[in-house]
Every structure is written in structure tokens, then in C-alpha cells.
């Protein structure tokens, strides 16, 4: 089989897949309510213990208004120290718990079906396909010259003008198209969505991946059309 069949079985394939993943991207949430399942994680994945520093406050607050009944007379003010020892070592139990549960990290296969998971995360399997497009495309970039290279030394200025036109590509995508504000992504909390170089340059492979995938396309009609009329 020649090279140029298997680039266009590859090319088909690619295509195919990038349609089905961006089906599965606009059309799997209409199939349910979203606003739900985002309720769903957020009430699995967030913590209701007291966070440690009002636990500390609540503590000092009843120290100090114990602190204040025990001047009333020494009785009351052996009663309320040991009332205040039990408060504080109730209190300790509560915050050791509260640290052993913040971080937890939830599981959500144990929680939704794997059709809720697939929609939860979709975002992650789009961007992930995205990420193998920009890298298929550009080994399929440079192989492909460096093989014609291999064969016919004129195609130099050819590959030359590849390697120009995919640097032009990339500075137009990060220069232009690419911004650094934090967008809103379904599933992702890290903290890369607030770092402005992250976002540009994720940005950047996007667009780039967008145009490289667009003039795939527009080569497989091209080529199929111009044998419709040989």
C-alpha cells in the first residue's frame, strides 16, 4: 500500500473521530439536565465541615465569655473550667476531623452512571483530542516534506515554505486569536485556568488545531472532487 493511501485511510479516520467527538461535546449534554449534574458533584466534592479558622474562632468566643462568668466567683469558676476543658477538647476532635476530610478526593464512578460521567468530563476528552490532532498534524507536516526531501531535492523550497507558513499559523494564532482571560470549563478546577500562559498557549494549539483540521478536510474534498472529473 503507498503512502498516499495510507495518509488518506489516516485522514479519514482522523476526520471521523474529530466529528464524533464534537457530536459528543454539543450534543450529550442536551441529553440531560446539566445544571443538575453539576449540583450533584458539587455537593459530592465539597467539604461542610467548619473550616478550621471559625473553629478556632467559636473556641476563642466561648473561652472568653467562659472567662468572663468565672470572675463572678471562684465556685462558678472551677465549673466553668472544666466546662471550657471539655468545649476545647470537643473542639480539637472536630478540627483533626475536619483536616482528615479536607482534600478527600471523591470518586465520581461510584456516584454517576458512566453516561454522567462521560458528560461531566467531556470537556477533558475534547481538549485530550485536540492535543493528538496538534500532534498528528504536525508530524504529518514534517514527515511528509521530509519524505519528498528524501526523493527530490527541489522540494526543499517546498518544505521551506511549509515550515513558513506553520510559523505564521502559530504566531497568528497566539498573537491574534488566542486570548489569556479565564474561561468557564465544565469539570476543570485547577489552577492553570487562572494562569495567563497557560490559557494563550492552550489557546494557540486550539486555533491551530482548528485551522490544520479545516485544511485537512478541504484536501480530502479537493482531491476527491478533482478525481470525479479525471
Known amino acids: 500500500m503507498s503512502y498516499s493511501k495510507i495518509s488518506t485511510i489516516?485522514?479519514?479516520?482522523v476526520a471521523t473521530i474529530s466529528i464524533v467527538v464534537m457530536l459528543f461535546f454539543y450534543v450529550a449534554p442536551k441529553t440531560l439536565d446539566i445544571d443538575e449534574l453539576e449540583d450533584r458533584v458539587l455537593a459530592l466534592t465539597t467539604d461542610d465541615v467548619m473550616p478550621m479558622?471559625?473553629?478556632?474562632?467559636?473556641?476563642?468566643?466561648t473561652t472568653a465569655t467562659d472567662s468572663t462568668a468565672m470572675e463572678e466567683g471562684a465556685m462558678m469558676a472551677e465549673a466553668d473550667s472544666t466546662e471550657i476543658d471539655s468545649l476545647a477538647a470537643a473542639a480539637a476532635n472536630e478540627?483533626?476531623?475536619?483536616?482528615g476530610e479536607t482534600?478527600?478526593?471523591?470518586?465520581?464512578?461510584?456516584?454517576?452512571?458512566?453516561?454522567?460521567?462521560?458528560?461531566?468530563?467531556?470537556?477533558?476528552y475534547a481538549l485530550g483530542w485536540a492535543y493528538i490532532?496538534?500532534?498528528?498534524?504536525?508530524?504529518?507536516?514534517?514527515?511528509?516534506?521530509?519524505?519528498?526531501i528524501a526523493t527530490d531535492m527541489k522540494s526543499v523550497i517546498r518544505f521551506v515554505s511549509v515550515l513558513g507558513a506553520a510559523a505564521i499559523l502559530i504566531l497568528l494564532s497566539y498573537f491574534v486569536l488566542a486570548s489569556?482571560?479565564?474561561?468557564?470549563?465544565?469539570?476543570?478546577?485547577?489552577?492553570?485556568?487562572?494562569?495567563?500562559t497557560v490559557l494563550k498557549w492552550v489557546g494557540t494549539g486550539l486555533f491551530?488545531?482548528?485551522?490544520?483540521?479545516?485544511?485537512?478536510v478541504l484536501s480530502i474534498l479537493y482531491s476527491e472532487v478533482v478525481k470525479l472529473f479525471k
Open 208 to 216: 491551530v488545531t482548528y485551522f490544520l483540521f479545516g485544511l485537512a
Open 133 to 148: 490532532l496538534f500532534i498528528i498534524a504536525a508530524i504529518a507536516a514534517l514527515v511528509s516534506p521530509i519524505m519528498s
Open 53 to 61: 479558622s471559625n473553629q478556632q474562632a467559636a473556641v476563642a468566643d
Open 180 to 196: 489569556d482571560a479565564t474561561i468557564d470549563i465544565l469539570g476543570y478546577t485547577g489552577t492553570d485556568n487562572s494562569n495567563p
Open 10 to 13: 489516516l485522514l479519514y479516520v
Open 95 to 99: 478540627m483533626t476531623t475536619a483536616t
Open 103 to 124: 482534600g478527600k478526593i471523591v470518586d465520581l464512578r461510584d456516584h454517576l452512571t458512566g453516561w454522567e460521567l462521560m458528560v461531566y468530563k467531556r470537556t477533558d
